[in-house]
């Protein structure tokens, strides 16, 4: 079948590589109708986390028709219409059963490993390091899914899969962000970063009726689209983000941050920013943390910082004193996805949301590689990309 | 082109902030070692600004400004009754072509950022793109039905303990 496969910094290729096959009573073999490139693939693009391997193949945001069962799995048949989660999940471990699916105990095939380097381990992903399980990805005809029987949301036929396919990532993840701030109506809720996953989270926050969403990033199409949502936006090359931002609750800050960034936040004008790149070149740092020492700076005391944006390894210069004696309280972590799927669904079968309004590009799987580069540098409006292999 | 500048700036920096006494003397600028020094300052400044920058033009015209203090500083040795006057002059045509370097490097970055500046203009307009059906402000609170899990609530210690204590 053809796959993305990555092959280094910047060099995903679109291979031909064996087709899946059922290795395990619960897996199932999925045919995939849409699959698409998150902004965490871009991290494993830059090379910015460690973990992967030539020919790994690439992709987690995935749906289709099953086309293959495993004999334990019983709730799933040939010609079911899927998305698959991110996380997969056993769903009866203590991680699972208390809903906290990313951290699933049995789901990553490299426990041993995760265990070592994250004390202990977190789920297994799709397509993303061995860190998390190495297992292949779904940007590719076909998706082997491990503990099928779980690792699975049914959809129905009458949603097209514009609308269902981000049910697997960001639209949970966007949920999951501004969730974790228990927005109350009159809370300002600030939101850094405008890409597919900062766009879920400005519709989340609203609907769940802050008092005011603003949002942050300069790239002009995609401050746009937070406007069409409902955000203030701020262009945090053209001005300076911690000022409005106390311009914008009077002169108090913001009781809710949200970073929607993660580890390659950009340079900006600030001396940190400079710091990080340069630290980051000759590697005594893995991460760029500006926003989130930009957020501990600007939130209101007792305030809350979400962090949906994903970080690799070890941050440098975090004002965590100034965290402490603010009293933030700080909820991060990988989407659990399933724990909030069920709701989402009926959200977009209500009409209350549609998702595929961030969609900007749908193209074939072989366009894949190139998309990569588009989506990366923003170029030609591109804000997300659905493959269709 | 922008990073080769940059290396040379570090390079070129590197030498007179080291050796000002021999650059100084090389080029006829006896005294003038403190000078020649902040110059080192200044290419090591604008070398990793060069090398760090997402867009380099700014740097790059900061190049060009440096050129030409340098040149204005070497004239100074062409006109003394200097016995360095050949080297002086030497330098000055190095920097000239380095100068030329310069200018065609920043405006090639400039007609290129004409360029985005100009696709940008013509990119689809997203201003409608809400995903919601209704305006945002008839949107606000649709969800609030959706009961928080208690896991994921403000820890009781955090909540606004006051007004809930007045309403009990
Ligand atoms: N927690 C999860 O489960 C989960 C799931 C999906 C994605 N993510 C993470 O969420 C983050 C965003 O994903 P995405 O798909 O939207 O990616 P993206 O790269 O398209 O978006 C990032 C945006 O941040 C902006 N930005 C950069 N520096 C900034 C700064 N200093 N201030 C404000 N904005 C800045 C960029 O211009 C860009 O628009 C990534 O780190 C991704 O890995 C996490
Ligand atoms: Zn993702
Ligand atoms: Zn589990």
Request: a neutral charge; glycine letters at 10%; proline letters at 5%.
């Amino acid at each position: 079948m053809r796959a993305l496969c990555w092959h280094g910094t910047q060099d995903i290729r679109c291979d031909t590589v064996p087709d899946p096959k059922l290795e395990h009573p619960r897996d199932a073999i999925i045919k995939v109708t849409s699959c698409a490139i998150c902004g965490s693939d871009l991290h494993l693009y830059d090379n910015f986390m460690p973990g992967m391997e030539r020919g790994d193949v690439m992709g987690h945001e995935t749906m289709g028709i099953v086309e293959e069962v495993g004999s334990e799995v019983t709730n799933l048949k040939r010609g079911d219409r899927v998305v698959i989660p991110f996380t997969i999940i056993c769903g009866e471990c203590d991680q699972c059963r208390r809903g906290n699916f990313s951290v699933c105990e049995r789901s990553n095939r490299n426990k041993s490993l995760a265990d070592k380097v994250f004390g202990h381990t977190t789920a297994g992903l799709f397509g993303y390091t061995h860190l998390t399980g190495g297992y292949p990805g779904g940007q590719a005809e076909y998706l082997r899914v491990p503990f099928a029987d779980k690792t699975h949301i049914k959809v129905p036929q009458g949603l097209s899969d514009a609308q269902l396919l981000f049910l697997s990532d960001i639209f949970p993840t966007g949920w999951q962000a501004a969730v974790q701030c228990d927005i109350q109506p009159t809370d300002t809720v600030a939101i850094w970063g405008c890409g597919p996953v900062g766009q879920m989270t400005i519709r989340s926050a609203l609907l769940l009726g802050a008092k005011q969403v603003i949002a942050i990033d300069t790239v002009p199409e995609r401050l746009a689209m937070a406007q069409a949502g409902g955000a203030t936006t701020i262009d945090f090359m053209a001005e300076s983000v911690v000022e409005r931002l106390n311009e914008m609750t009077g002169g108090k800050g913001p009781e809710k941050c949200i970073d929607c960034v993660g580890l390659e936040a950009h340079a900006t004008a600030t001396l940190d920013s400079m710091y990080d790149r340069a630290k980051q070149a000759v590697m005594l740092e893995t991460d760029r943390p500006h926003v989130l020492r930009e957020m501990m700076y600007v939130c209101r005391p007792a305030g809350t910082l979400s962090i949906p944006g994903v970080y690799g390894g070890l941050l440098d210069k975090v004002p965590f004193g100034m965290a402490m004696n603010k009293g933030l309280t700080m909820r991060m972590g990988q989407t659990h996805v399933n724990r909030w799927t069920d709701d989402l669904l009926r959200r977009i079968e209500a009409g209350q949301i549609d998702p595929s309004f961030v969609i900007t590009h749908t193209v074939p799987l072989e366009r894949g590689p190139e998309m990569y580069k588009t989506f990366r540098d923003k170029k030609d409006g591109c804000i997300k990309v659905v493959l269709k292999p | 082109m922008a990073s080769g500048l940059g290396w040379f700036s570090i390079g070129l920096g590197l030498v007179e902030l080291l050796a000002p006494q021999a650059v100084s003397r090389v080029l006829g600028l006896r005294g003038q070692e403190r000078l020649v020094a902040a110059y080192g300052a200044r290419e090591v400044a604008t070398g990793v600004g060069l090398l760090l920058s997402r867009d380099p033009e700014p740097w790059l015209w900061g190049r060009v400004a440096g050129d030409a203090l340098d040149l204005g500083t070497l004239a100074t040795a062409l006109d003394r009754q200097s016995d360095r006057r050949e080297e002086a002059g030497l330098a000055m045509l190095a920097v000239l072509g380095v100068t030329a370097l310069d200018l065609a490097s920043a405006w090639s970055h400039a007609s290129r950022r004409r360029g985005r500046a100009a696709a940008r203009r013509r990119l689809p307009d997203y201003a409608r793109r809400s995903g919601l059906p209704a305006s945002p402000e008839k949107m606000r609170g649709a969800a609030r039905d959706f009961v928080v899990p208690e896991d994921f609530r403000t820890p009781a210690a955090l909540r606004a303990w006051g007004v809930a204590n007045e309403v009990a």
